[in-house]
């Protein structure tokens, strides 16, 4: 689960639930797989992170399954585009 902290950090939670295998051996060599993957993906957010800062450049990727989050990010920006309508242009 992903919650954006500002602009530039994101609080990123994660579980994973197992009915097989319990106990504390596999249960700790299933974490140390889970945090390894974690950080080789922190690693390379950060990279993207500094690139986009750099840039001022932000693209987001376009899945079926991330509808929900561009129709907010649509509906925000026609809200702060609704506070702030662009200034008339004078005919002539």
Known sequence: MLTPETAGSTHYFWL?????????????????????????????????????????VREFV?????????RVRLMIQ???DGEHPAPKRSAG
């Open 16 to 56: 994973h639930l197992r009915n097989y295998g319990v106990g504390p051996e596999l249960d700790a060599e299933i974490a140390r797989l889970y945090t390894l993957t974690f950080e080789e993906d922190r690693d390379i957010l950060e990279a993207i992170q500094i690139e986009q800062d750099k840039t001022g």
């Open 62 to 70: 376009k899945l079926a399954i991330d509808q929900a989050p561009q």
């Open 78 to 80: 026609r809200m702060i």
